[in-house]
């Protein structure tokens, strides 16, 4: 009689758990599509800069599907694509990348693709880190690597600052930034705990991700404490001030490690700056 009630306890506590991990899974596809306008109360006459930025993709583990990922943003307006970082962690997955840029592509953004690496990418041996540079680029992304581009909207000149990834200590701000011009300063970088060392470098707004909104929250993501001071100071997602600039931490499209999320959404971001005619500190 024992040996029955342990077993039918067993099998509640599996089919629970089963329900569980269904239930985490399922999330992974429940994507929020977030719209962050930035300082709303200038003047309509400044022009915009709407910026569709993924991160995170992680592609080993990812359920939203290329062709999901166009219905969803097709009817969009996008002037730029931001892409933060974290593509994937293992070679065999780079030809997995192409149908999702070949998507990116279709979105027709009009000044371009933008991408930084994030530290997964870096787990790949340093051939493959290229053969992922080289298929970004095939597919007319610009990958920043400690340096800067600049584009034009409306004549109004826009830096886009590639900052390399902090956590791996491949950051060089005075490298990214040297050369720049005047006008507005928008910053693509991986992981976000860079903003704490960048009080004497202006930017407008700086995007980026790393965290994943914690994946796994229970209600907080303590498992994150380890991966810098602001996690620390449980700031990982969503949009927050630093010395007075604005930056973003993106939620993430993928996964790591498992393909699930607790008290965390897989995130699509599109953003709207005004672009600032006033000249800017470096």
Not at 120 to 144: A, G, S
Not at 148 to 157: A, E, Q, S, T
Not at 250 to 259: A, D, I, M, R, S
């Amino acid at each position: 009689m024992e040996f029955l009630l342990l077993a039918v306890l067993i099998l509640f506590l599996v089919y629970i758990l089963n329900n569980l991990f269904k239930k985490a899974h399922d999330n992974t596809k429940d994507v929020v599509i977030n719209k962050i306008k930035l300082n709303e109360k200038l003047v309509p006459q400044h022009p915009k800069l709407k910026i569709l930025q993924l991160s995170d993709l992680h592609l080993e583990n990812i359920s939203i599907s290329p062709t999901d990922l166009y219905e969803m943003l097709k009817d969009e307006p996008i002037d730029l694509i931001a892409l933060t970082g974290d593509f994937l962690d293992r070679k065999r997955t780079i030809p997995k990348l192409a149908p999702y840029l070949e998507t990116l592509n279709k979105l027709n953004p009009k000044h371009g693709i933008y991408a930084v690496l994030g530290n997964h990418d870096y787990f790949l041996r340093p051939k493959y880190q290229q053969k992922l540079i080289e298929i970004l680029e095939q597919y007319n992304c610009k990958v920043l690597i400690n340096q800067h581009d600049v584009i034009y909207v409306n004549g109004k000149p826009v830096n886009i600052i590639g900052i390399d990834d902090f956590k791996t200590k491949r950051s060089d701000i005075n490298a990214s930034y040297k050369g720049i011009v005047s006008g507005t300063k928008l910053v693509l970088t991986h992981d976000p705990n860079i903003v704490l060392h960048m009080k004497n470098y202006h930017f407008d707004y700086l995007l980026s991700g790393h965290f994943h909104g914690g994946q796994i929250c229970y209600p907080k993501a303590y498992h994150l404490v380890k991966m810098g001071k602001l996690a620390r100071m449980n700031i990982t997602k969503g949009l927050h001030l630093q010395d007075g600039k604005p930056y973003y931490i993106n939620e993430g499209l993928g996964q790591t490690g498992v393909n699930i999320r607790v008290g965390s959404r897989p995130e699509i971001t599109l953003h709207e700056l005004p672009l600032r005619p006033k000249k800017a500190a470096i």
